[in-house]
């Protein structure tokens, strides 16, 4: 039987979805997502983030490890890490469907203050864990104010808060809690990555990222590490290649365009880097993204 956050989900996304199936909401950082049939993999370095699959089935990849996620799941994302996704389960009847709300270090922060110590826990970024019933109630009423807007700046900071606070009362709670942490590896890593979101296609020396972080370059290497999966060499290029792709799709960009306007100098480095992320060389990628959409 349909539950009716599902219900909810599934008709603001019927309404407002764009063609990649995501359908935002007037609450910040709130997203819901739709998709009437299995996915091609996507490539994304994603943020932390909590989503609550609610229909069908996800598989999300973090390196060697691999998570399957169906509906009652939530994945959780603790830091920005590269992942590789694909809708395994879904159909025009029974779209896969999921909600989606990033997650907020400064209402951690409060938070945590106010909740008892929580155990250390482990370091994975990416977990899966059944969905509570509390956080789906909250969920719940988090999407209801979308039906009534003159709701929504009166209400959304405190179920937002609740939200988190489950989130934190869970078994990763401790995971989560470091996001809030002022002076944690987390949240100092996040502010080199905060930089090398905005300027990916610039010349960004460790050296400068690690004084952001305030740590010294082999420390910040290590730690930027040990929270990403990546140096900061391999986050930077990943995010140029998964910027071209975009452009190269979405705006019909050509290889060379796309190329110079993250940062390359060289089109053949180019064409050899993303073929090795991607498993083709841009052009013949696109064009077979391209025609599998048509197909579709």
């Known amino acids: ?26 609450i910040p950082g709130l997203v819901a997502i739709r998709s009437s049939e299995r996915s091609a993999l996507a490539y994304q370095i994603a943020r932390p983030l909590a989503c609550l699959v609610l229909q069908g089935s996800k598989q999300v990849a973090m390196g060697s490890a691999s998570f399957t996620f169906n509906a009652g799941d939530s994945l959780l994302v603790m830091a920005d890490v590269p992942t590789v996704s694909q809708v395994t389960e879904a159909s025009a009847a029974a779209p896969y469907c999921s909600l989606v709300l990033d997650l907020d270090p400064a209402v951690i922060a409060g938070l945590s203050t106010e909740m008892a110590a929580l155990d250390e826990g482990d370091a994975a970024p990416v977990r899966n864990e059944p969905t509570d019933a509390h956080l789906h109630d909250t969920a719940l009423r988090l999407m209801r104010l979308i039906e009534r807007p003159a709701s929504i700046p009166v209400l959304q900071d405190a179920l ?3 939200f988190h606070y489950w989130l ?14 002022p002076d944690s590896h987390v949240r100092r890593v996040a502010r080199a990555v905060a930089v090398l979101r905005r300027d990916y296609a610039q010349r960004l020396p460790v050296e400068s990222l690690a004084a952001l972080a305030g740590m010294s370059p082999s420390s910040f290497h290590h730690h930027f590490r040990a929270v990403t999966s990546l140096t900061p060499l391999q986050f930077q290029k990943q995010l140029r290649l998964i910027e071209a792709r975009r452009l190269m799709l979405a705006e019909g960009a050509g290889a060379s365009q796309a190329a110079h306007a993250v940062g390359y100098e060289s089109v053949q480095q180019f064409t050899r880097e993303y073929g090795r992320m991607f498993g083709l060389p841009p052009v013949r990628e696109v064009n077979a993204v391209q025609g599998r959409l048509q197909a579709a």
Do not use: F, Y
Request: net charge positive; glycine share 12%.
């Open 168 to 181: 934190l009362a869970g078994r990763h709670g401790a995971a989560i809690g470091r996001l809030g942490l």
């Open 160 to 162: 937002i808060r609740e």
């Open 1 to 26: 039987m349909k539950s009716e956050l599902l219900d909810i989900v599934l008709r603001h996304a019927n309404h407002h979805a764009d063609r990649d199936g995501v359908a935002h909401t007037p």
